[in-house]
């Protein structure tokens, strides 16, 4: 029995009222409790793979490293068996860790599409505006594919994509792996069994935090949303498509404000230079010194691909910092991403729901509250608390997690399944559903720029 199918017996609120008004609990201990299997995620179409999904990595670099790793752990259900990246310690790393021959090593992903197909799938985790071109390819050749998020920087290439998918029946799984972390399903599965009612409302942030903000949108790759993709749909698809995937109604209108305010040139404190290793006179005392974040902390190296001896990293950050946009002043710099906004939704059931993302934070971890005409619930992506209005009794779950909420890997292992069973409707998040999604981001940055309501039409 689901858990979905248990707490609508109703089973669970007469458990629930044997404790006290206020139980913390880890699912562990709820499942033993209510005699529940213990993994959420079990799913009963699920087979066991007798042999396992060969794919492709294109794009090496930190998301496509941890989709891949799912091989490392899980030999008998993916083998990662080539690599596609410019960047040749990336290549080198990602063959040594999935034992791949030097043949199946390609600078260029368009060479992989020369040959004739030689595995079940692509795992594609380049840069937003390099998704296009390789799963257009990748689906005309005949390939399965696992899409980083977001599907495509425009709408007209979502909108492409999409239909090329369709066209080849080809399965395209996109990375929105919120839906995957327990604390995304736990909500959604209370949320369908009934127990807050129908959503009235939703509140939902996004604390990006700030040295993150800094380090991504500000110095990083997606500084610029010309250059990579407006943060509303880089960063926040994923808010977005949860919002729509707890509500479970089509979108209707979307209205946003929003804009960068702090991180420009007019905020550049007297005494500062170009870069942190400059001389800069207030880096003693800057939250966003590249110093302090990469080089005395070691924090968010990763953009660095470090060499393996550790004595030698430190003199290679250092070098980094001199030289790459990583150790430039976050207030000198070309970026143009808001670091704060707000989006309003108006969902085709009556839901409303109102999103905020924040740069200014010193926390990240996303905070939800959810309104229903029996109950509402508070949580903050590793806890929630549910509380009935006609009982006044509470209940509480908690589970500390990753940063994605341990979603990574649920999400590849849903992928592999659906791939070795050739049946998209093992997915969560496959091409059809996520890309509305996208087009409630698309919809929120025009009506930033513009001022207008926006409605949004599949």
Known sequence: MSLRQFIASRKFLRHVESLTNIATLGWKEVADLLGLNDDVFYNPQHRKIEKPVTAILIGAGHRGTIYADYASLNTDEL?????????????????????????????????????????????IATPDQLHTAPCLAALDAGYDILLEKPIAPTEEECRLILKRAKETGRIVGVCHVLRYSPYFRELKEVINAGLIGEIISIQHMEPIEHVHMSHSYVRGKWRNSKMAAPIILAKSSHDTDIIRWLVNSP???????????????????????????????????????????????????????????????????LEQLKTSDYGRCVYRMDNDQPDHLTVNMLFENGTTAAFSMEAHVSYEGRKTRIMGSKGDIIGDMESFVLTDFKTRKQTSWSLKTDAHGGGDHRLVKDWVQAVYQQNKDLLSSSIEVSVESHLMAFGAERSRQNRTIEDIKL
């Open 79 to 123: 083998q990662i068996v080539a690599v596609a990246d410019n960047n040749p310690e990336r290549r080198k790393r990602t063959a040594r860790k999935h034992k791949i021959a030097a043949d199946q090593c390609y600078k260029d992903w368009k060479d992989v599409f020369i040959k004739e197909k030689f595995a079940d799938a692509v795992i």
């Open 251 to 317: 979108v209707h209108d979307v209205h946003c404000f929003g804009n960068l305010r702090w991180f420009k040139n007019a905020n550049a404190p007297e005494g500062s230079t170009e870069r942190c290793t400059d001389g800069c006179k207030v880096e003693d005392s800057c939250a966003y010194s590249a110093l302090q974040i990469y080089y005395r902390d070691r924090k968010r190296t990763y953009v660095f691909d470090l060499p393996e001896d550790e004595d030698e990293q430190g003199p290679f950050i």
